[in-house]
């Protein structure tokens, strides 16, 4: 078997409360990332590898994932959002519109 063709990288990072760029893990990152793990494994998606990342500097945006090789981003909120990245992006190829991140969107700080 060869290496993963496919990696997901969810920020988790976390800041103190009240931080003016917040963060991705008050906002669920965690739960959502292990859920996304549980359900790759479940689905037998081999070569998809879900990895916890650092801040991915979009934290106003957040939760925030990247999926390579492909450089696509993706914020999400909720169980079903997964879902949709994992049939619509990772299984099929398609892109999930609707979650989509734009290629410049990193406010002023
Ligand atoms: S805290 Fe998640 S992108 Fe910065």
Request: hydrophobic share 30%; charged share 30%.
């Amino acid at each position: 078997m060869g290496y993963y063709k496919t990696h997901v990288f969810c920020c988790t990072n976390e800041r103190p409360v009240g931080h003016e760029r917040g963060c991705c893990k008050e906002k669920g990152s965690d739960k959502l990332r292990s859920y996304m793990k549980v359900r790759v494994k479940e689905l037998g998606l081999d070569a998809v590898r879900v990895n916890t990342s650092g801040c991915l500097d979009r934290c106003e945006l957040g939760p925030t994932m990247v999926i390579y090789p492909e450089g696509v981003w993706y914020t999400y909120k909720s169980p079903a959002d997964v879902d949709e990245i994992i049939s619509r992006h990772l299984q099929k190829g398609e892109r999930v519109e609707r979650l989509l991140l734009p290629d410049v969107n990193i406010p002023e700080k």
